[in-house]
């Protein structure tokens, strides 16, 4: 996947990335929601977590990835050890 091969090397083998906000979206934020830009966005985007969109699209089926957790607001994911 594209968006590993620059970004991938950063995290050490056996580290974890953390993805906060995960359930977050413009429809939810109490500082954006009722701003024209958002209200003139198209629904799905308007209510889409886009963080939950990124782990479960890009993050969760990377095979340099594994031991997904969610939690509440955050996901984790961990780099394999062999990589």
């Given amino acids: 996947m594209g968006w590993a091969k620059g970004k991938g090397h950063l995290?050490?083998?056996?580290?974890?990335?953390?993805?906060?906000?995960?359930?977050?979206?413009?429809?939810?934020?109490?500082?954006?929601?009722?701003?024209d830009f958002v209200?003139?966005?198209?629904?799905?985007?308007?209510?889409?977590?886009?963080?939950?969109?990124i782990y479960e699209l890009l993050v969760k089926p990377h095979p340099d990835f594994c031991n997904f957790v969610t939690d509440g607001y955050w996901a984790y994911a961990q780099k394999l050890d062999s990589v």
């Avoid at 209200?39 to 969109?53: H, Y």
């Fill in 11 to 35: 995290l050490k083998s056996g580290g974890w990335i953390i993805f906060d906000d995960f359930n977050w979206s413009y429809e939810k934020s109490h500082s954006l929601k009722d701003l």
């Fill in 39 to 53: 209200k003139n966005m198209p629904k799905d985007e308007r209510v889409t977590p886009q963080v939950q969109k």
